[in-house]
């Protein structure tokens, strides 16, 4: 994969990650997302959540970086959450996510 092409996939993994925090919100207490490195963690009252067979946290390819003006996105029931952005970079290349208040995480 070219790193255009991981970056764009990272970048995506992150927005669903975003989503499924924000929806995971609306229906359960003490959800975050948190960033950290090459890693993107969902947890319920601090514990990583586990869908099916999957679980958080996830890690994005080598040499991928994450980057964001906050660490943890915590959401309210409303799916809301305090407005940041998050870089993903590899090899010169990157792609930047906004988060904004209502939630809503976009490219």
């Known amino acids: 994969m070219v790193p255009t092409s991981i970056v764009q996939t990272s970048r995506d993994d992150i927005i669903a990650a975003l989503f499924f925090a924000q929806q995971t919100a609306m229906a ?18 601090g514990n990583s959540i586990r869908i099916h067979s999957d679980a958080y946290p996830l890690t994005l390819p080598s040499g991928v970086s994450v980057t964001s ?4 996105y ?11 952005s998050i870089t993903v970079s590899r090899d010169g290349v990157s792609a930047t996510i906004t988060v904004e208040a209502s939630g ?4």
Do not use: C, F, M, W
């Not at 003006?69 to 943890?72: E, F, I």
């Open 69 to 72: 003006t906050r660490p943890t």
């Open 74 to 84: 915590a959401y309210d029931k409303l799916g809301k959450t305090t407005p940041g």
């Open 28 to 45: 359960r207490d003490n959800i975050q997302l948190s960033i950290n490195a090459n890693r993107v963690d969902i947890t319920e009252n």
């Open 104 to 107: 809503y995480a976009h490219y």
